[in-house]
């Protein structure tokens, strides 16, 4: 038995030599999908075809072993029976280490992909259009100073304890514009929030629907996994040539959730109307009217949330559930992350391409 195995070990060292060494680095590259709630993938898994020239190499080396030079000199018979040194026992370990160098550099070239390494890569940022309304009725004091200061302080501060995520602007009264568009200047957006003023828009009326297409429009061409609007209004619509239902709509059609945040208590509230003759600000009873269930509705319909600011605290309050939910989604819509792994592989293959150099020069020299 053992002399079969020296037989065959003689005849195909090559090959055999080779299937250890790459078991050996199987062994040693636990594969991935072996790894409990983790899976490998290629992004270009063509190039795994690079893999045929290890069975090309293996079979040159054979070939040559078995119609290698043949000795024609007096001593070639002595040289026969004398066997074989341990430098011919090692040969093989050329062939082996270049057909598992091959193996590994035809892995790395597909670029494999672990989505057990996902805790080193970093989670992609969400899409934010807040949408302010500035019409008339937001000069009512129930939130104090009126409710479109509080708002742009609450706003203003939101912004600031976001990080990697685009974020823009629109203002609405009986129209809606883009204040700002998509950006990650945090302080440019913060600074153009803090000079909106009433008056800069028609305040007569209020274009819910308006204002959520135009909010839609910036979000349109987004690539982003999460994409959210933030409404802030009193909730009464009744302007646009868009109804709240139709934008609501289109938004729940492109996976865009709508957080809405009621600004106000009652229809009846504080506006401020004027200075007296010692310059002190006049307040009279002014007929703002609400409406709560059109923002609920448009919250449930698009996946988001619904939030009432009673006073100052509510809405701070709104806004840091706010935080929250778009932390979570950001957290749901990953999804699978995968991490570039091909390093691992393309350093072990130039290990073993510089072991089988160094070799080549030094113990398995040939010597013409």
Not at 197 to 220: E, H
Request: include cysteine.
């Amino acid at each position: 038995m053992w002399r079969r195995w020296q037989t065959l070990w003689r005849r195909y060292s090559p090959l055999m030599a080779s299937l250890l060494l790459l078991g050996l680095l199987s062994a040693i590259l636990l594969p991935p999908w072996l790894v409990p709630g983790s899976s490998l993938r290629f992004d270009r898994p063509f190039l795994l075809l690079l893999g045929l020239l290890v069975p090309v190499v293996i079979a040159r080396a054979l070939l040559e072993r078995r119609n290698g030079p043949r000795l024609r000199f007096p001593l070639a018979g002595v040289l026969a029976r004398s066997g074989t040194g341990w430098r011919s026992r090692l040969a093989p370990l050329s062939t082996a280490l270049q057909a598992g160098a091959l193996a590994l550099l035809a892995v790395a070239a597909a670029r494999p992909q672990d989505s057990s390494q996902r805790q080193n890569t970093s989670l992609e940022g969400i899409d934010i259009v807040l949408t302010l309304d500035v019409s008339g009725s937001m000069q009512a004091t129930d939130l104090r100073p009126t409710r479109l200061e509080a708002s742009k302080s609450v706003v203003q501060d939101f912004i600031k304890r976001r990080s990697n995520d685009r974020m823009g602007a629109v203002v609405f009264a009986s129209d809606a514009f883009t204040l700002c568009p998509l950006t990650l200047d945090y302080s440019v957006l913060a600074s153009m929030i803090q000079d909106i003023q009433i008056g800069v828009i028609d305040d007569k009326s209020t274009a819910i629907g308006n204002a959520v297409g135009v909010a839609i429009n910036r979000l349109r061409k987004s690539d982003a996994k999460s994409k959210a609007i933030i409404l802030l209004t009193d909730g009464s619509s009744n302007a646009g040539n868009i109804s709240p239902e139709q934008a609501t709509a289109f938004a729940r059609t492109m996976g865009i959730k709508i957080y809405t945040v009621l600004m106000g208590q009652k229809d009846q509230a504080e506006v401020a109307s004027g200075l007296d003759f010692f310059a002190r600000q006049m307040f009279g009873q002014q007929n703002v009217p609400i409406n709560r269930d059109l923002l609920v509705s448009i919250s449930e319909q698009t996946n988001g949330a619904f939030f009432e600011a009673t006073d100052r605290s509510a809405l701070e309050s709104s806004f840091h559930s706010i935080l929250d939910a778009l932390e979570r989604a950001r957290i749901e819509d990953q999804g699978v992350v995968y991490a570039e792994v091909f390093g691992r592989y393309l350093f072990l293959a130039l290990m073993l391409l510089c072991l089988e150099v160094l070799l080549a020069v030094t113990v398995l020299r040939r010597v013409p």
